[in-house]
């Protein structure tokens, strides 16, 4: 991953905006390596002194006070967004320059790789005739839930199983038929395409 800077800073805290505010600015004015607009940095600096004045109003203020530090700090938001984006354009992606701007750098991804076999895999009778509920436990990286069923006996390619996957780690299946033994298996779904599939779990359709 190539380096760039954060562009968003919604979830700073109201200081904590105030200061990383207060610090790009003074680590941009001047910077040789960025060029800005002339009314980009007067505007900047204009909202970041509004947004301080408000922060103290709304300390003991009227409820009057404390929408007006949330629009100050808005500004100061988008602003902040503006600039690091222009920081990304300009630097082109050199790790010098995008440390002289004052933003925080954007962590690199760790690669997450191939996702283990499924853990706490269960299956049990669901709510309608014919249903199954299956369970598996969750998993941070998982981007969607697997469940692979096919009457027993099963055939030796899953390919050829029937595949539901879901968004969550529970699904109701419907469409077996009663009397019927199935065997089960699930599997996670992450950025890699190979799979890992749980212990099989065998049960008869109610």
């Known amino acids: ?4 800077v ?13 200061l990383l505010a207060q610090n790009v600015y003074n680590a941009l004015n001047p910077n040789p390596d960025f060029i ?6 007067p505007q900047f600096r204009a909202d970041i002194e509004a947004y301080s004045i408000m922060l103290v109003k709304a300390i003991n ?30 630097a082109d992606y050199d790790l010098q320059k995008l440390q002289s701007s004052g933003l925080r750098l954007a962590k690199a991804k760790a690669k ?6 499924p853990s706490g895999f ?3 009778s669901g709510g309608n005739q014919g249903s199954l509920l299956c369970r598996a436990d969750c998993h941070r990286n998982a981007l969607s839930y697997l469940f ?8 030796g390619n899953i390919g050829e199983w ?3 996957p879901s968004a969550t780690h529970k699904k109701e299946i419907n469409g077996f038929m009663p009397g019927q033994q199935y065997e089960l298996k699930c599997a996670y779904q992450g950025s890699e395409e190979k799979l890992v599939f749980s212990d099989s779990v065998f049960i008869y359709a109610q």
Do not use: C, F
Not at 6 to 18: A, N, P, R, V
Not at 72 to 82: F, H, P, T, Y
Not at 112 to 117: A, E, F, R, S, T
Not at 148 to 155: G, I, K, L, N
């Open 112 to 117: 997450v790789g191939i996702l283990p076999k």
């Open 36 to 41: 800005w607009d002339e009314t980009i940095m």
């Open 61 to 90: 203020g009227t409820p009057a006070d404390t929408l007006a530090k949330k629009e100050a700090r808005s500004r100061v938001v988008n602003g902040l967004k503006k600039i690091a984006s222009g920081v990304n354009l300009q």
């Open 1 to 4: 991953m190539k380096p760039t």
């Open 6 to 18: 954060i562009t968003g800073y919604s979830k700073e805290t109201d200081l904590g905006l105030e």
């Open 148 to 155: 692979y069923s096919a009457p027993v006996p099963a055939p």
């Open 162 to 164: 029937r595949l539901t």
């Open 122 to 124: 269960a299956v049990k």
